[in-house]
């Protein structure tokens, strides 16, 4: 609960610098970054989570990754988490600040599960089903699972709708787990 906390205050804070230097879309491309980079390299996360490894060292690291790639405010952002020892933070700050982002513009995350890569007629469809549904700018992440068999699942703000046939399929087996068929002969 605290690092939800910490991670909240921190995404905000930069929200509300980002919004007083006009910077918020590119803020949060920035932030998209930081998160992926910090998701794909489990490396990272144990250096910065590592208390020994000193906050200057931490800061260089941060510079050779973020500084070509990263406006000005976003780098300075990133220093001063490093300075205050919060770094082992940065990626639930990101994901935080990517979060209020959304919130800001109306946008609902949404994530589309199939076989097999979906073609865009279906994300298309997916999109404009979730969009009149909520009202709301829609944000689609694809994900590809091959144990749903075929179909597809759509979640989103809570709401999921699951039509693979994996799903299907458990359902036939409890109707027929549950069925009291007697013979009479």
């Known amino acids: 609960m605290q690092d939800y906390r910490i991670n909240t205050n921190y995404a905000k804070a930069l929200f509300l610098l980002a919004a007083d230097t006009g910077e918020q879309e590119r ?3 920035d ?15 144990v250096v910065f989570g590592n208390p020994e490894v000193s906050s200057h060292k931490k800061s260089a690291i941060i510079a050779d990754l973020f500084q070509s790639h990263v406006c000005k405010t976003t780098m300075v952002f990133l220093d001063f988490v490093v300075r205050k020892n919060r770094s082992i933070n940065l990626r639930g700050i990101s994901s935080a600040f990517i979060e209020l982002y959304r919130q800001s513009r109306g946008i609902v995350l949404a994530k589309l599960t199939t076989a097999i890569p979906a073609d865009t007629e279906t994300q298309t469809i997916a ?10 700018e829609v944000e ?4 590809t699972n091959a ?6 699942s759509l979640e989103f703000e809570n ?3 699951d039509a693979t046939i ?3 399929l458990a359902k036939l087996r409890r109707a027929f787990d549950e069925n ?3 013979s009479k002969l």
């Open 147 to 152: 144990d749903a068999i075929g179909g597809l």
């Open 140 to 143: 689609l992440n694809l994900i």
């Open 159 to 161: 709401n999921m709708y």
């Open 27 to 29: 803020v949060q491309e």
């Open 180 to 182: 009291i068929y007697e």
């Open 127 to 136: 999109t404009k089903v979730i969009s009149q549904h909520t009202k709301k």
């Open 166 to 168: 994996r799903t299907q």
């Open 31 to 45: 932030m998209r970054l930081v998160n992926e980079v910090f998701a794909s390299n489990r490396q990272l996360h």
